[in-house]
């Protein structure tokens, strides 16, 4: 299986017994300017492809950590959330979500990460399902329990050291995946303003066809990350490692041998004054 797949595809595929659809929508509002999340289970009840399941993201997430830094579990803890959910190390699994697939790619790194290697995005999410006038479902769905034997690979999620040192390192190019205005400096949204310095800007919504919500085709992709494809090693980062896997994901579907995704991004960065921040940059 590909790792970006169409809505057809799947419902081609809704009665493969060895096939798990999940939704990992996390809805996003701002309050005085600053994000609020919520697991976006409300909405899976009301509507949502069928079989499919609902995974929450903060669940998949370490415990021990602030929820909004949605950071990357214990490989047992994510082994037993992922069994729950019925995903096995041999099923194929397609991720969506409803708003920028970014909440999907996030569950798809981490599925990655922890050694899984046939899962994908459905590309344009729920849009792109409710687009080609697909049927719905309103029950409540779930897969029988299995089991996930995690086997952690090295170098998919750095850690704040890594992303420090990179600062420096001509063979990594850092990229920041966070509305232009974000990565200029012109909000706050962290607690402070800009971003690391010597990142570049790469928005995980300009790498989507605004209107559909799908990725754009390829040979665009390749121009809009232009010089990041030219550098040895690539971490991306945003504010809670979301948008940074949407834009990882891409990086990954046009060939780069070595992405990582800064796990702690933005919220983990701002939180500790004695980093540096850098503002203006991308127009």
Known sequence: MET????????????????????????????????????????????????????????LSDPARPKRTMTMPSPEHFASAVGALGISNHHRVVLYDRRESMWAARLWWLLRDFGHQDAAILDGGWAAWQQASLPTCSR?????????????????????????????DPDVCLVNALGRRQ??????????????????????????????????????????????????????????????????????????????VYDGGLMEWCADRTLPLQTGGAP
Not at 140 to 168: M, N, S, W
Not at 199 to 217: C, F, G, H, Q, V
């Open 183 to 260: 990565f200029r400096g012109e909000v706050n949204e962290y607690g402070r303003r800009g971003h690391i310095p010597g990142s570049l800007n790469l928005t995980a919504w300009e790498i989507l066809d605004r209107e559909t919500k799908r990725y754009r085709p390829l040979e665009e992709l390749r121009a809009k990350a232009g010089s990041i494809l030219d550098a040895p090693r690539v971490i991306a980062y945003c504010g809670a490692g979301a948008a940074s896997a949407s834009v990882a994901h891409a990086l990954i579907r046009l060939g780069h041998p070595d992405v990582a």
């Open 140 to 168: 409540p769905c779930a897969y029988p329990p299995a089991t996930f034997d995690p086997a952690p690979r090295a170098g998919l999620l750095v850690g704040k050291d890594e992303a420090i040192a990179a600062i420096d």
């Open 4 to 59: 970006l797949v169409s809505a057809q595809w799947v419902a081609e595929h809704l009665d493969d017994p060895g096939l798990r659809i999940i939704d990992a929508t996390v809805q996003v509002r701002k309050m005085l300017g600053i994000p609020t999340v919520r697991a976006g289970r409300r909405e899976w009840r009301r509507e949502h492809i069928p079989g499919s399941v609902f995974a929450d993201l903060f669940h």
